[in-house]
């Protein structure tokens, strides 16, 4: 039975299809295209039309990066604030509106978050796992290393197991809610038709927005110590 | 469902490609906007208090300028007062003096007046005395030693009458 075949019997389709011997799943990949332009869109609205006193789309955006930016600040410092701000909000915004997406009506075209995705999740924090090393080699040099055997020596197992498993278990927290939450909508819907699957897709957008925010929460936890280690 | 595959790569490349273009095309000019505004806000901010110190320090300035301006009217009234004080001390003893004076002067020529007197008297007593001598014994009594013996005999009479 070939990927294809047994993805036909799930209730999510991935619509994996198969380059060159390499397997991508179409719809995870149409879905993440999708969320990438409306952040753009976004993103661009709010910045296309530049004030220094701001007005409309430009001051909810504003309001929301301060937002982050005094997360960022107050767990990284202005350092890494202002290295990571891009990175952090495009991180939030994509996972926020990818989220979303699979709770947006199917009319025509059918709408699944490309966080459901277990590679999009993996493909989000392994990135930041890696980014944590990236800027604590940038940072420390070999010295970041270090942080391994502290507070002492017999730590290094269990820190070696915190960095590999965080990333899987970011990805699985964001990946689990997300598909769990349109499963059920999809289960919800055959059901009962009306206002019970209304209110699941409610509650949906909220936990959209709230693993979202501990996706970036985390990941900005993660690449703290990186920063503080470089201000004692 | 659990099925780890290319997607993932693919992903990563989706999430540095948004990051890139965001980066490039927006948070650049954001970020320029948030900072410039912020550095609006820290200059503004600068400028006031710089206001304010200005304004403090000229008010400073004027407290000062009148307290001086105080000290120095007390110490102008005060001068005037003594130049006063003194200007009446000098008027009164100036006129003790020359009431002194005047006393002094007019004792003194008084005293000339009645010496004068005295011996204006003595001078008509010594002739009258004399010319009544004369008259009654009957004879010149014109030798300086009568004229001796009757001034002795007057000044006898004009000091016991003292």
């Known amino acids: ?232 | 469902m659990v099925n780890i595959n290319a997607t993932l790569i693919a992903q990563i490349l989706n999430f540095i490609v948004l990051l890139a273009v965001l980066a490039k095309f927006c948070y650049k000019p954001l970020l320029k906007v948030l900072d410039d505004r912020r550095n609006h806000i820290i200059k503004d901010l600068d400028s006031a208090e710089q206001t304010r110190l200005e304004a403090e320090s000229l008010k400073a300035q004027y407290a000062k300028q009148l307290a001086d301006a105080r000290e120095e009217a007390t110490a102008i009234v005060d001068k005037a007062n003594k130049v006063g004080q003194k200007l009446h001390d000098d008027l009164v003893a100036q006129a003790q003096a020359e009431k002194e004076q005047m006393l002094k002067n007019a004792t003194e020529h008084i005293e000339q007046e009645k010496q004068q007197a005295l011996l204006d008297v003595r001078t008509q007593v010594v002739t009258l005395a004399t010319q009544i001598a004369g008259k009654i014994v009957d004879q010149k009594l014109n030798g300086p030693e009568d004229q001796a013996l009757i001034a002795k005999t007057a000044d006898t009479v004009l000091d016991a009458n003292k």
């Not at chain 1, 990066?65 to 990571?84: A, C, D, K, Y």
């Not at chain 1, 699985?172 to 819907?189: H, P, Q, S």
């Open chain 1, 1 to 232: 039975m070939g990927a294809a075949d047994q993805a036909s019997n799930e209730i999510i389709h991935y619509l994996p299809t198969v380059f060159q011997g390499v397997t991508i799943n179409m719809q995870t990949m149409y879905m993440s295209w999708a969320t990438m332009i409306i952040v753009i869109l976004i993103v661009a609205a709010a910045t296309s039309k530049r004030d220094l006193v701001p007005s409309g789309v430009q001051n909810i955006v504003e309001m929301f990066i301060e937002w982050l930016g005094g997360l960022m600040e107050s767990n990284m410092g202005v350092e890494g604030r202002r290295l990571l701000t891009p990175f952090i909000i495009t991180l939030f915004l994509y996972i926020f509106v990818g989220n979303e997406m699979g709770m947006l009506p199917n009319f025509g075209i059918h709408f699944t978050s490309p966080t459901n995705d277990i590679n999009v999740a993996l493909g989000l924090s392994i990135p930041v796992a890696l980014l944590v090393y990236v800027i604590g080699i940038a940072k420390q040099g070999p010295a970041y290393f270090k942080h391994f055997i502290k507070p002492f020596a017999v730590f290094l197992p269990l820190n070696i197991l915190e960095d590999l498993v965080r990333p899987v278990t970011m990805a699985a927290r964001l990946f689990g809610n997300i598909l769990a939450g349109e499963i059920l909508l999809i289960v919800l819907n055959k059901l009962t038709p009306w206002i019970i699957p209304d209110l699941w897709i409610g509650f949906s957008l909220i936990i959209g927005f709230l693993q979202a925010f501990i996706f970036t929460m985390l990941t900005i936890v993660a690449l703290s110590p990186v920063f503080k280690a470089l201000h004692n």
